[in-house]
């Protein structure tokens, strides 16, 4: 995650060749599945799909004092926790699921 990151920060955007091989096939996958499962068009979900890998890539490349920091935990472990719930809980919101 963070060498994608990097390619990121770098040039503001992934390489050609990377998107071509993996960003932009997983997405065109991940995409036409879950709409089929969860009942929306595979081009709506382009957007949130994305917004959510980016959301796991920040987190994932957080140290355990930035996600203490962040939520509050007096843990890594309670931080971890928390901020897993929190990716679930916007993931669901973002791609308008309901709630658990």
Same mark, same amino acid.
């Given at each position: 995650?963070?060498?994608?990151?990097?390619?990121?920060?770098?040039?503001?955007?992934? !390489?050609?060749?990377?998107?071509?091989? +993996?960003?932009? $096939?997983?997405? @065109?996958?991940?995409? %036409?599945?879950?709409?089929?499962?969860?009942?929306?068009?595979?081009?709506?979900?382009?957007?949130?799909?994305?917004?959510?890998?980016?959301?796991?890539?920040?987190?994932?490349?957080?140290? !355990?004092?930035?996600?203490?920091?962040? +939520?509050?935990? $007096?843990?890594? @472990?309670?931080?971890? %926790?928390?901020?897993?719930?929190?990716?679930?809980?916007?993931?669901?919101?973002?791609?308008?699921?309901?709630?658990?």
């Amino acid at each position: 995650v963070r060498l994608l990151m990097r390619d990121v920060i770098a040039n503001g955007e992934l !390489d050609a060749r990377r998107e071509a091989t +993996t960003n932009g $096939p997983f997405m @065109e996958q991940i995409t %036409k599945r879950l709409g089929a499962i969860i009942g929306h068009d595979p081009s709506e979900l382009r957007m949130p799909l994305n917004s959510c890998v980016a959301l796991v890539g920040r987190y994932s490349v957080s140290s !355990d004092n930035e996600l203490m920091r962040v +939520t509050g935990a $007096p843990t890594a @472990e309670e931080a971890i %926790k928390a901020t897993e719930e929190n990716l679930q809980q916007t993931v669901r919101t973002l791609l308008r699921l309901p709630s658990n």
